[in-house]
């Protein structure tokens, strides 16, 4: 299921009610991944004034847009990161939402948050091999032995043929898949870089983030792009030139391709 663009069938992912357990605010008590606040008010400088920000997949903006679903995020910014590799310039869409307390309504709620916590991991040819930690917060807590705050520990069987249909809808799409993978990466780039940090440092795990924030350390870009331009000539091999189309066609207007 994906559109003639590449992108995914967002029509079929909006239609996928995934809810691993009803209510499951009331298990962390404070609906930890509607605004992560319990841990952004570790922070000294960075989040201070509230605020959600919701990733987006190829596409997924325009598709909200098209619905006329964009006003559920009330005062909100649509930000865009341009992160050169070799061949492409990727395009990171984000929603930085301001609407207090849960940004989003249920019923049509980004693809992220019909996600959470799951991160769905697939091979080059969009088979699902494994299932991790979406969110950056499960790094710092792995890191500085933290008990979790999400309390969703498995996937409830009655809920499995959608969790399958949903990101089965997502491993059909080369370029979701490859937008996926370079997250991933990307997430476990800057855990291992926090990690060092604060082992080194000691303190905080999330001051060692805050500095590194704001220090522009977070990533090593040049590392980050020639790793992300491995992983695309991947697909390039495996898709051919399917998988340059959909890139292209997600390319921001001017922008130049690394070389």
Sequence with gaps: MKNENGLPD??????????????????????H?????????KFNMIARTPFQELPLLPGEYAF????GWLTQFGDHEHKVVLFPIAGYVLKVESIVSRRPNCACDHDTRPTVCRLYPILPVFDVGGRLIETGQLGIFEELEDIAGLDAACQLKSLPFEQLNKFIALVDALGRSPICNFYLRAYLIAKQHI??????RYERNGGSVFSS?????????????????????????EFEQCYGGEFKESMDSNQPPGEVPAE
Excluded: M, N, Q
């Excluded at 855990?191 to 060092?196: D, F, Q, S, T």
């Design 209 to 233: 983030f805050e500095a590194a924030f704001i220090r522009r350390k977070l990533v090593e870009a040049t590392w980050l792009s020639h790793r992300l331009g491995e992983v695309a000539r």
């Design 191 to 196: 855990a291992e870089r926090i990690r060092v």
């Design 10 to 31: 967002y029509e079929h992912i909006y239609a996928t009610d995934l809810v691993y357990v009803p209510d499951c605010w009331r298990l962390c008590g404070d609906a």
């Design 64 to 67: 909200l847009e098209s619905k």
């Design 33 to 41: 991944c509607c605004s992560f606040g319990r841990y952004k008010s």
